[in-house]
Nanobody
């Protein structure tokens, strides 16, 4: 089994920054992809960013390109999402997710087996 635990959410003013962390417990991830999704109030969950655990490039939603950066620390089994220049429309619950396979496959949410419980990010104007 795999357990994902997010942290780092909170309240921040527009233009500010936050870094989310996702610690992974359980099976090894050498062939896995990790990613972040978010769900704003009244909206569907959407893809934010993904990367392969062993590298191979990062992927971002157009709405966050140039502002968010995904990275990972293999020794700590942790994935990060650095969020800069935050906007009120970034307000959402952010979820960490993982699956085995290529990072490009993270776009298919229904096929992702592992999810964290989410961490709330609130951006005030």
């Amino acid at each position: 089994q795999v357990q994902l635990v997010e942290s780092g959410g909170g309240l921040v003013q527009a233009g500010g920054s936050l870094r989310l962390s996702c610690a992974a417990f359980g099976r090894t991830f050498s062939s896995a992809a990790m990613g972040w999704f978010r769900q704003a109030p009244g909206k569907e969950r959407e893809f934010v960013s993904a990367m392969g655990w062993s590298g191979g490039g990062e992927y971002y939603a157009d709405s966050v390109k140039g502002r968010f950066t995904i990275s990972r620390d293999i020794a700590k089994s942790t994935v990060y999402l650095q969020m800069n220049d935050l906007k009120p429309e970034d307000t959402a619950v952010y979820y960490c997710a993982a699956r085995y396979g290529a990072a490009q496959l993270m776009g298919a949410m229904s096929a992702i087996p592992y999810w964290g419980k989410g961490t709330l990010v609130t951006v005030s104007s």
